[in-house]
């Protein structure tokens, strides 16, 4: 009997061990880039290394809810990319879940950005909506952008929406799902912002983001070289 107990005490030690560490540790799911991609040879401490340029949004300018609002003032910012029909608002723009979301977490979603690309007809800006407003959002980290409608393919296309050689299915459901961009201006996720489920899975690429790449990317520093 004893020996059958210690031999029982055995087994079950490792397993439940490994169970107390598999449920405590955190496992990170990779967040995908989205859009075409290349590759270049850099030198990381010295060594030459085949490295992986992926697909960043273009250069842009436009007037926004808080002046000139430009692709570089958002560089090294991570954010939320929408655009916004005017005629959606009795679904909440798209974007009820989120709203709904940020008004009980404010405090988590503090040190994200937030741009809305309002799809205005009216040449008159002077009544334009400004939705970030409407989101009740931080204000000095949230913009409603007034893109010129000639710019409205350029930004969909080309930039926020750029099919990868492989995006067969395309990873978005609709040109007005949310857009994930990073700090290097890649684009790393598409959500259905009416949805809460879709906003859980945003924050996790976001936490992934923060903790996981950047935080790896900052021990890097990456110089070009030519090929020969």
Partial sequence: MRKGIILLTVLLLPITIY????????????????GAH??????????????????????FAYISSHGLLS??????????AAFIQPDSVRNGY????????????????????????CLWKND????????????ALRKDRSFTAYPDQNDISY???????????????????SGNDLVLIDARGCVRGYYDGRYAPEITRMIEDIKHIKFHDEAVGMEKKYTPVKKQ
Wanted: charged share 15%.
């Fill in 155 to 173: 930004l969909r296309k080309e930039n926020y929406f750029s099919p990868g050689p492989v995006s067969k299915p395309m990873p978005w459901k």
């Fill in 19 to 34: 169970l107390i560490f598999a449920i405590s540790t955190i496992h990170y799911v990779r967040v995908p880039h989205y």
């Fill in 38 to 59: 290349s590759t270049r040879i850099i030198t990381v401490n010295g060594r030459e290394k085949t490295d992986t340029v992926y697909h960043s949004i273009g250069a």
């Fill in 124 to 135: 008159s800006l002077h009544h334009a909506p400004n939705y970030a407003d409407t989101m």
């Fill in 71 to 80: 692709s570089k003032a958002l560089h090294g910012h991570l954010y939320i």
């Fill in 94 to 117: 798209n974007c009820a879940a989120l709203k709904a979301y940020y008004k009980v977490n404010k405090g988590e979603l503090d040190t994200l950005h937030f741009v809305f690309f």
